[in-house]
T-cell receptor
Framework: QQQVRQSPQSLTVWEGETAILNCSYE??????FPWYQQFPGEGPALLIA?????DKKEDGRFTIFFNKREKKLSLHITDSQPGDSATYFC???????????FGAGTRLKVIA | NAGVIQTPRHKVTGKGQEATLWCEPI?????VFWYRQTIVQGLEFLTY????????DSGMPKERFSAQMPNQSHSTLKIQSTQPQDSAVYLC????????????FGKGTRLTVV
């Protein structure tokens, strides 16, 4: 059972454009949603995270939009840079839960 | 802070051999996790320790896989009688607390079973 789904599987944007990565989940008990960025040969690194009590979280060029009613969230990367080319994972966990459920990831390529 | 350290970075074993993977969590972190990453299955939770005690091993294959945390500075994941389907990147992670606190991942150990 795939509890966290991501789309698209891959995305290519030009430098300076906004990349939009989507995530949806099934479990209503999930209330913490971190996004991880992974470069080849590296482990995932936390990029930005949001709790279900918020509908938006911003950190520089990275913004999460969260819709609790629809169980959907999205990561917007504005002014995309070639250095943002990586795989992005949406994850979810419940209150006090230690275990993350990860989506399959979106591979982002930013062309200069 | 060197982050979560995993050794070796790459390991090749023959089918049927044993593989031991090592993890040194970030100093002071009480929670240690093991995940497995493959192209097909993605990132899968394997097991979790808190203050060195095993809390949840629900993701561990019941046979051949075991994890230990003999002290607060290292954890091991042991795979006995390795099979080709065990080939994956094994990621160790640590955090300072329970859910909602940042989880830091190591660079992983790429295990190849030939």
């Amino acid at each position: 059972q795939q509890q966290v789904r991501q789309s698209p599987q891959s995305l290519t944007v030009w430098e300076g454009e906004t990349a939009i990565l989507n995530c949806s989940y099934e479990n209503s008990a999930f209330d913490y949603f971190p996004w991880y960025q992974q470069f080849p040969g590296e482990g995932p690194a936390l990029l930005i995270a949001i709790r279900s009590v918020s509908d938006k979280k911003e950190d520089g060029r990275f913004t999460i939009f969260f819709n609790k009613r629809e169980k959907k969230l999205s990561l917007h990367i504005t002014d995309s840079q070639p250095g943002d080319s990586a795989t992005y994972f949406c994850a979810a966990s419940g209150t006090g839960n230690y275990k993350y459920v990860f989506g399959a990831g979106t591979r982002l390529k930013v062309i200069a | 802070n060197a982050g979560v350290i995993q050794t070796p970075r790459h390991k090749v074993t023959g089918k049927g051999q044993e593989a031991t993977l090592w993890c040194e969590p970030i100093s002071g972190h009480s929670a240690v996790f093991w995940y497995r990453q493959t192209i097909v299955q993605g990132l899968e939770f394997l097991t979790y320790f808190r203050n060195q005690a095993p809390i949840d091993d629900s993701g561990m294959p019941k046979e051949r896989f075991s994890a230990q945390m003999p002290n607060q500075s290292h954890s091991t994941l042991k795979i006995q009688s390795t099979q080709p389907q065990d080939s994956a990147v094994y990621l160790c992670a640590s955090s300072s607390g329970q859910g909602g606190t940042e989880v830091f991942f190591g660079k992983g150990t790429r295990l190849t079973v030939v």
